[in-house]
């Protein structure tokens, strides 16, 4: 068991975080944590049930795509799946996986990621990317929005203009124009049918979150 969270979290694939967990974060990012992979687990799982694929490939992947944390504010941080790419290929390696697995494997992982700005090619892939999204946008990704923002010693907002309708965007400085910036350009993204049906959901409580968050100030 690792932080209240135990391999049979992740049937049916409890062997495979058996080996993994130990590997899957680094650091102390409560928005890149255990909850965090778990989280993204039940989605790709969600989408794998209707889109197929690897399940294996998928799992590791989701597994071990934080694997190197990059904090938000780093300059590094658009090679943070990059990193956690190059670690997993060693990690499973070491486990005795055959190179075409790892490189699946790999490939998710160093697509899955915004700021990477790379294209999916794989299902697998593309179902990390949308399961790791789907926890960017919602409540839960409201949530971590603004977790961040504290982290990086951010505003809430903008007392003279919240909604930044006379000034241009800084969700570095105010963590509402994060909303903006990029949560609510996520949904119109997504790789498979299955994530873009769940992102339609979770794109309106984020849109409702902003609403009631605008009423109260």
């Not at 990012?29 to 197929?52: K, P, Q, T, W, Y």
């Not at 982290?151 to 309708?165: F, I, K, N, Q, V």
């Amino acid at each position: 068991m690792t932080n209240g969270l135990s391999e049979t979290a992740f049937a049916p694939h409890e062997a495979l975080a058996r080996d993994l967990l130990a590997h899957a974060v680094s650091g102390d990012d409560g928005s890149h944590d255990l909850a965090h992979i778990h989280r993204v687990f039940r989605n790709a799982m969600r989408i794998h049930a209707s889109e197929g694929g690897n399940g294996r490939v998928l799992a590791a992947a989701v597994l071990l795509h934080d694997c190197v944390a990059v904090e938000k504010s780093s300059p590094l941080r658009s090679q943070a799946s990059r990193l956690a790419a190059e670690k997993a290929s060693d990690i499973l390696a070491g486990l005795g996986w055959e190179g075409t697995e790892i490189s699946a494997v790999t490939h998710a992982i160093a697509t899955h990621s915004f700021s990477a700005a790379l294209a999916p090619e794989t299902i697998e892939a593309k179902i990390l990317q949308d399961a790791d999204r789907l926890d960017a946008i919602g409540m839960v990704g409201a949530a971590r929005c603004f977790y961040t923002a504290g982290r990086m010693g951010s505003a809430l907002y903008d007392p003279t203009d919240p909604l930044a309708e006379h000034r241009a965007l800084d969700d570095r400085t105010f963590a509402i124009d994060h909303f903006a910036a990029k949560l609510f350009k996520l949904s119109d993204n997504f790789q498979t049918e299955a994530g873009r049906l769940m992102a339609r959901e979770r794109h309106d409580r984020l849109k409702t979150v902003q609403a009631q968050f605008i009423d109260e100030i």
